[in-house]
T-cell receptor, first 114, second 114 residues
Framework: DAGITQSPRHKVTETGTPVTLRCHQT?????MYWYRQDPGHGLRLIHYSYGVKDTDKGEVSDGYSVSRSKTEDFLLTLESATSSQTSVYFCAISESPSSGTEAFFGQGTRLTVV | AQSVTQLGSHVSVSEGALVLLRCNYSSSVPPYLFWYVQYPNQGLQLLLK??????LVKGINGFEAEFKKSETSFHLTKPSAHMSDAAEYFCAVGATGGYNKLIFGAGTRLAVHP
């Protein structure tokens, strides 16, 4: 299994509070991704990173920010959590996606905003 | 831009029957195509991928998929379903030319009944 650890695995938070999810990899892959999974929508890309301090938006980036200060860590922050951000969040890593290498996924973080 | 359409959010088959999960893609450049499987409360696991070369791709657990450029399709098949194949399946598209994201379809949940 690829070395990807997401933390926490489960979290319940209140509306309006900030929340940070962490993804840690031990594979030294350049690319890291945050997806959210919702019924009927599959996986939707939130943000991704192509190197330390290099990030870009995905298709559902509103309300989220990311940071990557080290190769191995990619943080996802919900600035002010809303109920619509209740979801399962997956981190993924890839070595060279434009060369066809696959993405490896973490186990997911189940976030509930009440 | 890349996109993926999976036809049928739910598919039900009998044990021993043929499994056919449909995936159509849109890509402005030569695509890379992937099938992932997700078992309950787990992350995504790669089943198979197409990058270049042979258009019939074999994966794990007896699954295979055929890339058909003229039909923009990458359907997943397995000759004989097992109970253990019950899971959610996701088709994804990446691309050459500096495209560094994987875009996923909405998923197909496969049920296998005795």
């Amino acid at each position: 299994d690829a070395g990807i650890t997401q933390s926490p695995r489960h979290k319940v938070t209140e509306t309006g509070t900030p929340v940070t999810l962490r993804c840690h990899q031990t594979e030294n892959h350049r690319y890291m991704y945050w997806y959210r999974q919702d019924p009927g929508h599959g996986l939707r890309l939130i943000h991704y990173s192509y190197g330390v301090k290099d990030t870009d938006k995905g298709e559902v980036s509103d309300g989220y920010s990311v940071s990557r200060s080290k190769t191995e860590d990619f943080l996802l922050t919900l600035e002010s959590a809303t109920s619509s951000q209740t979801s399962v969040y997956f981190c993924a890593i890839s070595e060279s996606p434009s060369s066809g290498t696959e993405a490896f996924f973490g186990q997911g973080t189940r976030l509930t905003v009440v | 831009a890349q996109s993926v359409t999976q036809l049928g959010s739910h598919v039900s088959v009998s044990e021993g029957a043929l499994v056919l999960l449909r995936c159509n893609y849109s890509s402005s450049v030569p695509p890379y195509l992937f099938w992932y499987v997700q078992y309950p409360n787990q992350g995504l696991q790669l089943l198979l991928k197409y990058t270049t070369g042979a258009t019939l791709v074999k994966g794990i657990n007896g699954f295979e998929a055929e890339f058909k450029k003229s039909e923009t399709s990458f359907h997943l098949t397995k000759p004989s379903a097992h109970m253990s194949d019950a899971a959610e399946y996701f088709c994804a598209v990446g691309a050459t030319g500096g495209y560094n994201k994987l875009i996923f379809g909405a998923g197909t949940r496969l049920a296998v009944h005795p």
